[in-house]
Structures are given as structure tokens and as C-alpha cells.
């Protein structure tokens, strides 16, 4: 049984950090490259960044470039969000996915998401 647990999310100012956490569980986890997504009110499942099984390659979108860094801790089956200066438009529910680590990982065809963590951004 695959599971995803994101943690670390909630309510925070424009400028400020959050760093959200994904605990893995019922899979190796340092054999599956790691993403995490977001999808805010009333649109699609967004690609945000993602991680080679090593940690040595990393993918983010474009707009969260300089503000958000993905990291991972294999003896620790965790993988991190750490998100810099905030803004209102980073306002969504942040999912972590996890996949075979073969061909692209910056996209959304991941095998197996966790439950999802509300990060919301006041102005």
C-alpha cells in the first residue's frame, strides 16, 4: 500500500516561507523520482517542481524559478517543498506525487499522489 502524506502547509503573508513535507510509504522510495503540484480554485492540477531519484536533478516551473526548491532525504523517505517569498497567486492545494524515475518527470503522469496540504497566501 502506496502512500503519500503531505504536511506543513497553511496560512501565510505575501513574502513569507513555508516548507511542505512529503512522508513516503509502501514504496522504495529511492527508486521513484518525486514531484509536487498544485491546483488552485477552479483550475487544472499544475506541475510545480520535481526530483531525479538522486537529488541531483531538479525541474520547476517557471514561475516558482528563485522561489521554490525541491530537496529529498532517501534515508528518511521525505521530499520537501521549501517555498520563498509567497505571493497570493501561490494560493492552492500542494499534492506530491511519486514515479518511475524514466523520461520526463516535469509533468503530471506521476503513479501515485498523496492526499494533498491547503497553502493559502494573504496579501
Known amino acids: 500500500q502506496v502512500q503519500l502524506v503531505e504536511s506543513g502547509g497553511g496560512l501565510v503573508q505575501a513574502g513569507g516561507s513555508l516548507r511542505l513535507s512529503c512522508a513516503a510509504s509502501?514504496?522504495?522510495?529511492?527508486?521513484?523520482?518525486m514531484g509536487w503540484f498544485r491546483q488552485a480554485p477552479g483550475k487544472e492540477r499544475a506541475f510545480v517542481a520535481a526530483?531525479?531519484?538522486?537529488?541531483?536533478?531538479?525541474y520547476s516551473e517557471d514561475s516558482v524559478k528563485g522561489r521554490f526548491t525541491i530537496s529529498r532525504d532517501n534515508a528518511k523517505n521525505t521530499v520537501y517543498l521549501q517555498m520563498n517569498s509567497l505571493e497570493p497567486e501561490d494560493t492552492a492545494v500542494y499534492y506530491c506525487?511519486?514515479?518511475?524515475?524514466?523520461?520526463?518527470?516535469?509533468?503530471?503522469?506521476?503513479?501515485?499522489w498523496g492526499q494533498g496540504t491547503q497553502v493559502t497566501v494573504s496579501s
Open positions: 506525487a511519486a514515479r518511475t524515475d524514466l523520461g520526463a518527470i516535469a509533468q503530471t503522469k506521476y503513479d501515485y
Open positions: 526530483i531525479r531519484w538522486s537529488g541531483r536533478s531538479t
Open positions: 509502501g514504496l522504495t522510495f529511492s527508486s521513484y523520482a
